[in-house]
């Protein structure tokens, strides 16, 4: 029997793995979580670990929500013994391996909040990654950890931008 050769291309085709629906699914998120600041107090910051399953590097570049006017990718320096925070273009996630954004580390700065955060809550956030792709998870608010070392605990708050 004599195949048409267009349906061998089409058989062909129909035994193909199916193509690799981008890089989005490399990248997981665990444990967000938005710290839960006094009220009035105007910029918090947003933690998580996030993991690359993926055989290529991956950065985030960009994070918004809709609590904040304004959100900025952060990370601490030890400046002569002062924890100073400071803006960065990306956070860097290696192939194979997992970012954890925490206090006294990277962080995603949530500027101008335009509402009270209340332990508990949900905030959403969009991440932004270098390959297009982007997230979009919920944050709880929680109470700052009491494992975290910051020399003063108005840090953050103290900070000029
Ligand atoms: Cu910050």
Redesign the pocket.
Known sequence: MRLHPTLIILATALTLPLPTLGSETDLTIADAYVRLVPPGTPNT?AFMTISNSGSSDRKLIQAESPVARNAEL?THLNDQGMMR?RQVADIEIKAGAQTELKPGGY?V?LLDLQQPLKEGDSVALTLRFDDGSTKEIDAAVKKPQTAMKAPTPAT?GAMKY
Do not use: V
């Open positions: 910051a952060h925070m962080h700065m953050h």
